[in-house]
């Protein structure tokens, strides 16, 4: 995510010192959609991998819940996942929390141990 962030930067940068208006809203609105897609990805992150409800996402955004959806669609943690209709609703989330839960490949080989007694056998 560095890169989006250092996107930003320069964008805001160069619109700072640039020479005009025109360009300045230029910059600004490339600033302004590496910032759509550093927040739409950090939606899905905090979905995905912080259990985090999408109710809960969209008010910490500052989004309506009924926004999220087609933001969510165009991130690149969740876009595979999206519906014909161009959203994301909390079914394709939870795919997305299981199959990132499953995603750690085979599980490790069992290791055999041979079993040693503890108790001594006494003759009483």
Excluded: C
């Excluded at 600033?31 to 979905?47: G, K, P, Q």
């Excluded at 991998?49 to 969740?78: H, K």
């Excluded at 750690?104 to 108790?119: A, D, N, W």
């Amino acid at each position: 995510m560095s890169k989006k962030w250092d996107d930003i930067v320069k964008a805001v940068d160069a619109a700072r010192l640039a020479a005009d208006p025109a360009e300045t809203l230029s910059n600004l609105r490339s600033a302004r959609d590496s910032l759509d897609e550093l927040i739409n990805d950090t939606m899905a992150d905090a979905l995905v991998n912080d259990g985090v409800s999408i109710r809960s996402v969209a008010s910490m955004a500052g989004f309506s819940e009924n926004t999220v959806g087609p933001r969510l669609a165009q991130s690149s943690v969740l876009a595979s996942y999206a519906r014909d209709d161009g959203r994301i609703t909390s079914a394709e989330v939870h795919r997305a929390r299981y199959d990132a839960a499953h995603s750690g490949g085979e599980p490790k080989p069992l290791k055999f141990v041979p079993r040693t007694t503890s108790r001594k056998d006494s003759d009483d």
